[in-house]
């Protein structure tokens, strides 16, 4: 058997839990059951179909011209276009979608096999990042010199929120920090003194699945 179909078989058996399991709650479950999965695979197709119709009317629009299959390496490509559809599959988010479109584009107009780990690296962090943390990244990108996190907010949106992104952004290379001044007592918390900018990497990063 091969991974594929291990993978494939893992996520089928996973699934059958999860539906036997939502059946034995009392009263609803039932009903739940029903209703979960009987929208589920439809919807999946749906956003599929939906996500290739939009690369391909992208591609003819603006004339992208992508390789030939003989400039890839097959197997690494077939890879990446699996893994993104899975993804695909189970993302809601409009903004979220359009990043999977430009990195899926990209992929097709250049070798897959050239920087494939990094390639993949952007595709999982993509798949985690929250829509904040992209937003952050992208202001950073257009920024001439380092900033201060303190002066990133965004209405309805704890300061520790932006914090956290920060961390996060940082712990996948994507943005650099260094230390502004720092106060010892008195309440100050240093994590909002920060200075940071993007690096070449997080700049890799928006090139690719930013557009």
Not at 85 to 114: D, G
Request: hydrophobic share 35%; with cysteine; glycine share 8%.
């Amino acid at each position: 058997m091969s991974d594929f179909d291990e993978k494939l078989t893992s996520k089928e058996k996973m699934e059958s839990v999860v539906e036997a399991g939502i059946g034995l709650i009392p009263y609803v479950g039932g009903a739940i059951s029903s209703l979960y999965y009987g929208n589920k695979q439809e919807l999946r197709f749906k956003r599929i179909e939906s996500f290739l119709q939009t690369v391909s009317d992208e591609v003819g629009r603006h004339g992208i011209r992508l390789l030939d299959i003989e400039q890839h390496d097959k197997y690494k490509l077939i890879s990446i276009i699996e893994e993104t559809i899975e993804k695909i599959e189970n993302e809601t988010r409009e903004e979220k979608i359009q990043m999977f479109k430009n990195y899926f584009i990209n992929n097709l107009t250049h070798p897959v096999q050239e920087q494939f780990d990094e390639k993949r690296f952007f595709l999982d962090t993509l798949d985690t990042m929250s829509l904040l943390e992209c937003e952050l990244l992208k202001i950073l990108q257009t920024q001439q010199s380092a900033c201060l996190v303190n002066q990133f907010s965004k209405p309805d949106v704890d300061q520790y929120a932006i914090v956290g992104a920060v961390g996060r952004l940082k712990t996948f290379g994507y943005i650099k920090a260094t230390s502004g001044q720092m106060h010892i007592g008195g309440g100050i918390d240093n994590s909002l003194n920060e200075f940071i900018s993007i690096s070449t990497f997080g700049q890799s990063f928006c090139n690719f699945c930013f557009g």
